[in-house]
């Protein structure tokens, strides 16, 4: 519910107990008005004198409760809405007598704002997900004792020493130490980041190996992490209150039929000097302008066009993401896990004179045996089945590995910790082309090297290509990775612009920059991604495989793992925002027009009522044209994971 409706948003405690559907208040009164106003109707199918109108008062009574008392007070601070011209329209009926017809737009409406209440209340909750990030214990140094505190109990200035395997509790500097840390919390980056004194590590992030000791450079309600739940919390509310377009569209019809129906009321009675019959008339006025085609033309064209979405497994919420999607002329698209598999893998293997291919992974995997390091799980993929593990293994902090093979010294290493040499030309080629490359030596001599790559999804590029056939003017790379990786993976996707190096903030920042030229998509599977997300004008998720808190934080999820469900989801949005629009022009036209034909006498009460219900009959069928699923041409797009190549392509709109 946005203040635009005139209803006021209650923000959800984010500790608070996940509501169910059923538990949202909107939804309960949505309900039981529907069940009162279909029991009145039937009554009075039966001739039963008293019980239906008693029945027909109640579901008005309840149904109003979700927008009649809210909008009263946003009248009084001079804010008008679809929710302002309901509650006249109800009133009106009433005083005609026609309560059935006011029970029924209190019904439709309810409903459209119970499922607004639903989607703000789950969107709060998701980011309790965040909080859980950080440990609920963290190991501080305090006058040369150790001891275990809670996080929120950290001053800046402590020393946090953190072990193997262990979450760092809020942002700091490491002061001794050096460890290959997982910061996929943070930046989205699968392969883990080395460390050392001097570096800068923040919240949520896991230690690799070996014990840190970091300077605290932030409170726990300050640090970074932090920060990302405040980024989401603020952008969020910048979203709930953003007017939807039939709200723009009610703010002067509203004033504009209270001032007519006033006119024709006083006009007429000082003219013809028979106030009933102008007060009669200026009431039938009132009722002409209920918007009973106009409240449901936005909703049944949103619950057809997302019901047609799930079934493709696109998971859109709500009308106000619908009109989000259709309106996007940008994409920002997350690296790892977005355009790429988020599986690193070896793409090359480099032989020195005299080795070959076998003997380079040989080694390698020999030495990766017993790590759990992500590089070390594409070499050992790529290596021989249950490589032998190579003895005295040894960690050299930030630059590779030492052992012995059959009583031969063995290393393997980043560039500068093992010379290049004759490879350096190559090694080079593969850097830039977004690959990470370990060199390995045997007895002294280099024998080889082995790059590994997180590589593009296999649809990536023809999905980057399908965006710009539906409109979209600008695509873009963000991510945490270093830029010639970012670079050289954007050069294969046809990536228009690529953000490297960035930090959750920094990716709002360049989301909010993008926003000044076009309307956004940001679209992430990581926790990290959230508040970008939150902040683009629509938030898209990679659900089947992204965090909780990505899915929350956005407005559309895309529950496959295909990234052509994108421009084909763009697609059906605009499509249905198309749709939307006649609905809307329909309606709205019909407003205009039986205002003054009510008004001079023209039509009656009878009349009215009975061209707003065929208005509702063709409002209806042109919306759940929204539900065909035409613009999804492949539908199994949404749910492969390794699909082949596509026959039909989703079309511009």
């Known amino acids: 519910m946005v203040d635009a409706c005139g209803c006021e948003v209650e923000v959800p405690d984010p500790a608070a107990p996940v509501q169910r559907l059923y538990e949202v208040r909107e939804i309960q009164l949505a309900a039981a008005s529907g069940v009162l106003l279909a029991a009145g109707l039937l009554l009075s199918l039966l001739d039963v004198s008293t019980a239906p109108r008693v029945l027909v008062v109640l579901a008005l009574t309840v149904g109003g409760l979700t927008f009649i008392p809210q909008s009263v007070r ?36 309810s409903i459209s704002e119970a499922m607004e209440s639903y989607a703000m209340t789950r969107t709060r909750q998701g980011l309790r997900a965040l909080m859980d990030l950080v440990p609920d214990r963290a190991t501080v140094r305090r006058g040369g004792v150790e001891q275990t505190v809670d996080p929120a109990e950290l001053v800046v200035g402590d020393v946090l020493v953190v072990k193997a395997g262990e979450r760092i509790a809020t942002d700091g500097t490491i002061r001794t130490g050096r460890s290959a840390l997982d910061l996929s919390a943070i930046t989205g980056e699968s392969v883990p980041a080395e460390r050392g004194p001097g570096d800068a590590v923040y919240a949520a992030a896991i230690n690799g190996s070996g014990v840190l000791e970091v300077d605290v ?90 019901g047609a979405a799930t079934r493709s497994g696109v998971l859109i919420k709500g009308g106000a993401a619908l009109e989000a999607l259709a309106s996007v002329r940008a994409v920002a698209l997350d690296k790892t896990g977005t355009l790429t598999r988020n599986q690193p893998r ?26 759990d390091h992500p590089l070390a ?33 063995a290393r393997l290493g980043k560039p500068g910790y093992i010379d290049a040499g004759p490879l350096a030309g190559d090694v080079q080629r593969l850097q830039e082309q977004g690959a990470t490359v370990v060199l390995v030596e045997r007895d002294g001599q280099l024998i080889g ?90 938030g ?46 329909f309606s709205g036209g019909l407003l205009v027009a039986l205002v003054p034909l009510a008004g001079t006498g023209v039509l009656g009460l009878a009349a009215v009522v009975a061209i707003h219900e065929v208005a509702e009959l063709v409002v209806i069928a042109n919306g759940v044209r929204a539900a065909r699923r035409g613009a999804f041409g492949h539908p199994d797009a949404t749910t492969a994971v390794d699909p082949g190549p596509r026959a039909t392509r989703a079309q511009p709109a």
Do not use: Y
């Open 540 to 585: 898209i998720a990679m659900g089947a495989m992204g965090s909780d808190v990505a899915i929350e934080a956005a407005d559309v999820a895309l529950m496959g793992h295909d990234l052509r469900a994108l421009p084909d989801s763009v697609a059906h949005a605009r499509r249905s925002g198309r749709i939307m629009r006649q609905n809307l022009a």
């Open 449 to 538: 090297a082995v790059a590994v790559r997180d590589e593009l999804r296999p649809e990536a590029v023809e999905a980057v290509e399908l965006l710009r056939g539906v409109g979209v003017r600008q695509v873009a790379m963000l991510t945490g990775d270093n830029t010639a990786t970012a670079t050289g993976l954007a050069g294969q996707a046809g990536v228009d612009q690529v953000h490297a190096e960035l930090l959750p903030e920094d990716k709002v920042t360049v989301v909010e920059r993008m926003q000044l030229e076009h309307p956004v998509a940001m679209v992430g599977d990581g926790i990290n991604d959230a508040p970008a997300l939150a902040s683009a004008r629509v």
């Open 377 to 409: 799980a594409a070499i050992l993929t790529a290596g021989p089945a249950d490589p032998a593990p190579a003895g005295d293994v040894e960690a050299v902090a930030g630059h590779g590995l030492t052992g012995t093979i059959a009583g031969t010294e």
């Open 217 to 306: 450079t932030a409170r726990a309600g300050e640090n970074s992490l932090a920060r990302v739940v405040r980024i989401v919390e603020e952008a969020q509310e910048r979203k709930g209150s953003s007017q939807r377009l039939a709200d723009r569209i009610a703010r002067p019809l509203v004033p504009g039929v209270l001032v007519v129906a006033l006119l024709i009321a006083v006009i007429g009675s000082l003219v013809s000097g028979d106030p009933s019959e102008w007060i009669n008339r200026a009431l039938v006025v009132l009722v002409a302008a209920s918007p009973c085609a106009f409240a449901i033309a936005v909703p049944v064209t949103v619950v057809s066009a997302i």
């Open 74 to 109: 946003a009248l009084f601070r001079g804010r008008l809405s679809v929710g302002t011209l309901m509650t006249i329209a109800a009133i009106g009926a009433v005083l005609l007598g026609e309560v059935a017809e006011a029970a029924t737009l209190a019904f439709l409406f």
């Open 346 to 371: 070896v793409i090359d293997t480099l032989t020195a004179a005299g080795t070959t291919r076998e003997d380079v992974l040989a080694v390698a995997a020999a030495l990766e045996a017993r790590s």
